[in-house]
């Protein structure tokens, strides 16, 4: 009995997130902020992987980037950002595990009426409740870091379901991973998710972000 | 108003959940079965070093082993854990973010009466919500693997504060991280918990695993 009210009340806050997230994603696209949600496990290198994103977008032409740095606690991605001179609001859940659209509503009014080409939300570090709840963004993806092991679409397979592309990342510790099975887990992410991109980069030394940065622009100009 | 009914709804959980671990703990005592929780991150290495700790804890005299493998979905650690020849079961909690004492209660029956001098509970690979639901567990620990980065502390103080000892994990990667700030990281988490524990351990290389595993006798002396 308890257990059923409590599944009523969780499926109503989802369909309340659903519709707030279709309201907030029509009005970016009305306005031409293509909005792009990142998640991946604690440490997997989120804030690294944007930065070197965004970069890359810079070279091919976008000017007006802009990132909402989600965390339990902490501005410690924030500060990192606006260092990097990218507009910056920090988004911190007061120890909830995911992010949904009350919080990405009063984010985005932070930036006080700002126009982005690229608008980023980098997502709680957490490969699980944040694949539930709909943040209102265009495209989602996911990274998996090379340390962590390949054998995780298993493990978190609503992730994998969830996202558009899979960002393989820290590409440069594979030497280290002899056992790290690239080919299973491709196979293994489409089996979840026969749609699913794949790319495999390394923020530090750059390799296979040039393909990674045009499939952002592709996308945008598919979706916008 | 909604709100309010949904955090009241959350703390009978926990009431409830509380209640049932602390019996379960009395029970565990009683029969002599040492019951430690391992949290970390997704690909932080939990199965690899609890085999790694196993091995030690069996040169140190400990045959009774056994281990509760919780995932999403999937018994690819579970498979690992049985085939280093330790009794195991799987808890698969189907989408669901923790591990509560529902699940913890129905994955000990499954051992069908066994007790052990040390039962390890595998939590779901995540740094968020795990740290919120007692398990039943007289000790709790954490991993932190170096690839994951040092200034976790911040981000994930709930998880920092709710278990006896940090395991900084896969060491073996530090020569590759020359921005790892070991002493950040330990003074972070002394103080969001003064007493917490503090190891560097490689299970790859064996690395603190001996200081590691004397640990875990002395505290079950202290706590059983």
């Given at each position: 009995m308890e257990q059923k009210r409590v599944i009523q009340v969780k499926q109503n806050i989802l369909a309340k997130n659903d519709a707030a997230a279709d309201e907030f994603r029509a009005q970016r696209k009305e306005e031409g902020t293509f909005f792009v949600d990142l998640m991946a496990s604690p440490g997997a290198g989120k804030t690294t992987l944007l930065l070197a994103l965004i970069e890359k977008l810079r070279q091919r032409g976008f000017e007006k980037l802009g990132v909402i740095e989600a965390d339990l606690e902490s501005d410690v991605d924030a500060l990192k950002i606006k260092a990097a001179g990218v507009p910056s609001v920090e988004l911190n859940t007061?120890?909830?595990?995911h992010v949904e659209m009350g919080m990405v509503n009063r984010a985005f009014d932070a930036f006080c009426g700002q126009r982005f080409d690229f608008l980023f939300l980098e997502n709680i570090?957490?490969?699980?409740?944040?694949?539930?709840?709909?943040?209102?963004?265009h495209l989602r993806f996911m990274l998996l870091s090379?340390?962590?092991?390949?054998?995780k679409v298993y493990k978190y397979p609503p992730m994998f379901a969830a996202v558009s592309a899979l960002v393989v990342s820290k590409a440069d510790y594979l030497p280290l991973n002899p056992d790290f099975d690239m080919e299973a887990l491709k196979s293994q992410a489409r089996l979840i998710n026969p749609d699913i991109e794949i790319f495999v980069v390394s923020a530090r030394t750059g390799e296979g972000m040039d393909e990674l940065a045009d499939w952002f622009m592709a996308k945008r100009a598919e979706l916008m």
């Open positions: 007061r120890g909830v595990c570090g957490n490969l699980v409740c944040p694949a539930e709840f709909d943040t209102g963004a090379v340390p962590e092991g390949y054998d």
